[in-house]
């Protein structure tokens, strides 16, 4: 098992490593800074440069993933936004109000997810793929607005109330057009693997 492990992990780094952007592996309990309630066993790709913060209350606890200058603009606000983000970041919480049905294989309202957010955010063009990595399901959400491109991921955990949330906000100057920030989100996404 081990062995099999290992080839793994390196099957994903080397799909990592053809990006332009130097990435690391962390387990997503370290990730989200040791916060779930029970563990998942997931690995997930960081560019190397990267910080880990968290910030609010227990119960809301919101952990960023990025340059040190970029959490300190979002960390200031309870809504974050690209607005002032130089070089991307995550943002990755615990959602109260998304679940995972055991019975139908699907989140909350994942069928009307394209539509929902159309009508709430003004996403367009949206593809969502599903995944299941190491018996974690998962829902990876790729859209833009007129301004921005949106990607989100759902990673549902043993525990149907907690599903973790991951957000990528790109750089404010150049949202649509920064390869290091699509490849950050590319890493990420690709790099989702099991241990």
Same mark, same amino acid.
């Given at each position: 098992?081990?062995?099999r492990i290992?080839?793994?992990a390196?099957?994903?780094l080397?799909?990592i490593l053809?990006k332009?952007?130097? %990435?690391i592996?962390v !387990?997503?309990?370290?990730?989200?800074?040791f916060?779930?309630?029970?563990s998942i066993?997931?690995?997930?790709s960081l560019? @190397?440069?990267?910080?880990?913060?968290s910030y609010?209350?227990k119960k809301? !606890?919101?952990?960023l993933w990025g340059?040190?200058?970029?959490m300190?603009i979002?960390?200031k606000?309870s809504?974050i936004s690209?607005?002032?983000?130089?070089?991307?970041? *995550?943002?990755a919480?615990?959602? %109260?109000?998304?679940y995972?049905? !055991?019975? @139908?294989?699907?989140f @909350?309202?994942e069928d009307h997810?394209?539509e929902s957010?159309?009508?709430?955010l003004?996403?367009?063009?949206?593809?969502?793929? %599903?995944k299941?990595i190491?018996g974690?399901p998962?829902?990876l959400?790729?859209?833009? @607005?007129?301004?921005k491109?949106i990607?989100r991921v759902y990673?549902a955990?043993?525990?149907?109330?907690?599903i973790?949330?991951?957000?990528?906000f790109?750089p404010?100057?150049?949202?649509?057009?920064?390869n290091?920030?699509?490849d950050a989100?590319?890493? *990420?996404?690709n790099?989702?693997?099991g241990?």
């Amino acid at each position: 098992k081990e062995k099999r492990i290992k080839k793994r992990a390196a099957i994903t780094l080397a799909k990592i490593l053809r990006k332009n952007v130097p %990435s690391i592996l962390v !387990t997503l309990d370290e990730a989200m800074g040791f916060s779930l309630t029970s563990s998942i066993k997931l690995m997930v790709s960081l560019p @190397t440069d990267y910080e880990i913060k968290s910030y609010g209350d227990k119960k809301n !606890t919101i952990i960023l993933w990025g340059k040190a200058e970029d959490m300190d603009i979002a960390s200031k606000s309870s809504n974050i936004s690209s607005s002032g983000i130089k070089n991307g970041i *995550f943002k990755a919480r615990v959602s %109260s109000n998304i679940y995972y049905d !055991t019975n @139908t294989g699907k989140f @909350t309202d994942e069928d009307h997810l394209a539509e929902s957010l159309k009508e709430s955010l003004g996403i367009n063009n949206i593809s969502k793929s %599903s995944k299941n990595i190491n018996g974690y399901p998962l829902l990876l959400i790729t859209g833009e @607005t007129n301004e921005k491109r949106i990607n989100r991921v759902y990673i549902a955990t043993k525990l149907s109330s907690d599903i973790v949330m991951v957000d990528y906000f790109y750089p404010s100057t150049s949202e649509k057009s920064d390869n290091n920030a699509i490849d950050a989100w590319d890493n *990420f996404a690709n790099g989702l693997s099991g241990y």
